[in-house]
């Protein structure tokens, strides 16, 4: 039914979503078929364990932050320590509430995903053909391979930063904040999961209704493919209604990041914080990957947004009305209306809608704060007799 690349990688996924307790049950798989199992006293035990974990933490982590590193003589570096904490606190509240207090809801969301899964593939298969899904599941692995390896790159030199910083003064801070980064870093690859799984999808449809434009169209097959879009526009809504919550979180600690991986690399440039060549090599390579990663998963969001509203421009291949009967040309009318009136739109608490212009918002908004934090910055060391003109220049 998948590809192998593909199966292994939404394996991995599902993976990491187990490991740290953000699944609301396991899967099952037998026969061919995956199934949601129900919620074993085991599982609802251990899914306590990293929650409360992670949790525990956060007092630890801002105190020692705050007076245990090198943050200790820098009020805006503290700051943003502080803000950074509280943020990836709302963060781990978030994730966690939403598997604790709509686990029914999400089980059933599974459910659904995994049942109308198994009755679309046979129509889908038919219909274009094992070739052209083999092709697009080669182009989707491909696609998400590249985005977790930008994801884990950034975590690995995250962690080899954060080691370098404070393993040598406080380690178990360190520990910690390992755990936290991995934890966050699985919520991330849990919603790649998501998108790439609705990708798969609705430019299944696309490939479909390609398919039945060039050949005789019939009326039971479009009115099959018209309901397969409908029903994953659907299911689309209600994942990004239940994990709406989680996934805002994780762009706002996304975007708190970004400020600090900027503000952190003007310190490391200006010898505020004092790193050899091969920790600004690292830097430049973490700013680097953590651009990356924050287009790569706007552009993944727009992708499958892209993929649900824009097949009815292929409607327009159906030209050649003479080849249509009566009832294929009333049910491509249906489709039409249904695909014209409901878009599919990503809305983080019903309030900013994501595409690209808000990306391209996102960077511009990153880059002010970052200049804001800046001109704290040359205010503090004006106060503390420092010439402006001294300020980019290397200290002995």
Not at 198 to 217: E, G, K, M, N, Y
Not at 237 to 255: E, K, V
Not at 338 to 351: E, S
């Amino acid at each position: 039914m998948l590809h192998r690349r593909l199966r292994l990688l939404l394996f991995f996924g599902y993976s990491q979503m187990l490991i740290f307790g953000l699944l609301p049950s396991t899967l099952l798989s037998g026969q061919g078929r995956v199934r949601v199992s129900r919620v074993s006293a085991g599982y609802l035990i251990y899914s306590v364990c990293p929650a409360l974990f992670v949790l525990a933490e956060t007092p630890f982590m801002m105190a020692s932050g705050l007076l245990g590193t090198y943050m200790r003589h820098n009020i805006v570096l503290q700051w943003s320590q502080l803000l950074m904490t509280s943020i990836r606190l709302v963060a781990l509240l978030s994730c966690y509430g939403t598997v604790w207090l709509q686990r029914r809801r999400l089980m059933q969301l599974y459910a659904d995903l995994l049942q109308r899964w198994h009755a679309h593939w046979p129509t889908l298969r038919r219909v274009n053909g094992a070739k052209s899904l083999e092709r697009l599941q080669l182009e989707l692995a491909g696609q998400m391979l590249r985005m977790l390896c930008v994801n884990y790159s950034m975590v690995i030199l995250s962690l080899i930063m954060q080691f370098r910083l404070h393993a040598r003064t406080n380690l178990m801070y360190f520990l910690f904040r390992i755990a936290t980064m991995l934890m966050l870093s699985a919520q991330r690859v849990s919603f790649i999961t998501l998108l790439f799984l609705l990708i798969h999808q609705f430019r299944a449809v696309q490939l479909a209704l390609h398919a039945l434009s060039r050949s005789r169209c019939s009326q039971a097959d479009l009115s099959r493919v018209a309901r397969i879009h409908s029903e994953w526009l659907l299911l689309a809504r209600r994942a990004f209604r239940l994990y709406d919550l989680a996934n805002a979180s994780i762009f706002l600690n996304m975007f708190a990041v970004n400020v600090t991986i900027f503000y952190h690399a003007i310190q490391f440039g200006n010898k505020t914080i004092k790193s050899n060549y091969v920790g600004i090599l690292i830097g430049d390579a973490l700013v680097t990957l953590n651009i990356l990663n924050s287009v790569l998963l706007m552009n993944l969001l727009d992708d499958a947004l892209r993929s649900c509203n824009d097949s009815a421009l292929l409607l327009l291949q159906f030209n050649d009305l003479r080849r249509l009967s009566a009832e294929s040309h009333k049910e491509l009318e249906l489709f039409g209306h249904r695909l014209r009136n409901n878009r599919l739109v990503y809305r983080i608490c019903n309030c900013v809608i994501l595409d690209k212009p808000a990306c391209l918002s996102y960077m511009a908004v990153v880059l002010t704060h970052v200049i804001l934090l800046m001109q704290f910055d040359l205010k503090r060391r004006h106060e503390q007799g420092l010439k402006y003109e001294n300020f980019f220049k290397k200290e002995n």
